[in-house]
């Protein structure tokens, strides 16, 4: 009988949490995304324009970004052919008409070898190649840096809402005492939104900030590798081991 009672009893008070929940799920949705907006005042705006500017940079990131193309790792094999055959115009003229952050570095290299000296100097060609990589990179950079922006800015700016909202809710006890609280709720409500609201846009734009600037540094370290590989060629007129196959590999290994 007494377990009987008590799970009667466990059943009450189930289905009064269950009939609580759903009270409050259903208030959420009746709360809509202007509400929310208006809810949390001015601060909403600038927050607005902040995520939107967010999700335009991680797609931009993501299309310009891919190692496909900034590398272009298919041309590899034909500019290799032709700094062996010591054809650094025409390895030129091939950048120029295919653009890219890999073809343009190395271009600016390339340009240095056709200076009119019979002699190649390889130091300047480096320096030139250093130059060009830092344009490069400070310029494709730009969007990474936005997003680190983003993130460290909006819950500041947040937090000013919240600093807003207190400063009307403190207002509202001193003119209207505690007679109101609807109005002191409407105050508290401005700040606990855009609190979260910044936080909501920080945490995603710091994780995409990290993700593409790791992945870029990665990029750009094969870019030197694969530059180097190709002037190494034009400097000994030898192949580059890392460019060989096995068979060659194997080969060499056997003379």
Not at 56 to 63: G, V, Y
Not at 83 to 102: D, E, G, N, Q, V
Not at 191 to 205: C, R, S, W
Request: overall charge positive.
């Amino acid at each position: 009988m007494k377990r009987k009672l008590l799970l009667i009893a466990l059943l009450a008070v189930a289905g009064s949490a269950f009939a609580q929940g759903a009270e409050i799920a259903d208030n959420v949705e009746k709360t809509s995304l202007l509400q929310l907006i208006k809810t949390g005042g001015w601060a909403m705006w600038p927050l607005g324009g902040f995520s939107f500017f967010m999700v335009a940079l991680i797609i931009q990131n993501f299309i310009s970004l891919r190692p496909k193309t900034l590398l272009h790792s298919e041309m590899m094999p034909e500019l290799l052919k032709m700094m062996l055959s010591k054809k650094c115009k025409t390895a030129l003229i091939y950048c120029r008409k295919h653009p890219s952050m890999f073809t343009n570095t190395f271009g600016a290299g390339l340009e240095r070898c056709l200076d009119g000296e019979e002699v190649i100097d390889f130091a300047k060609v480096k320096e030139s190649v250093e130059e060009a990589s830092v344009e490069q990179m400070s310029r494709l950079m730009k969007p990474i840096d936005y997003l680190s922006i983003i993130g460290a800015t909006s819950p500041m700016l947040g937090l000013l809402g919240t600093v807003s909202g207190m400063i009307k809710a403190f207002q509202t006890m001193g003119s209207q005492g505690m007679g109101k609280p609807e109005l002191l709720a409407a105050n508290i409500g401005e700040a606990l939104v855009t609190t979260a609201t910044g936080l909501i846009i920080a945490i995603p734009a710091m994780f995409f900030f990290f993700f593409f600037k790791k992945g870029f540094q990665k990029t750009l370290a094969t870019l030197g590798r694969n530059i180097g590989y190709l002037f190494d060629a034009l400097q000994t007129g030898k192949e580059p081991v890392s460019f060989m196959d096995l068979a060659t590999l194997e080969k060499m290994k056997g003379e």
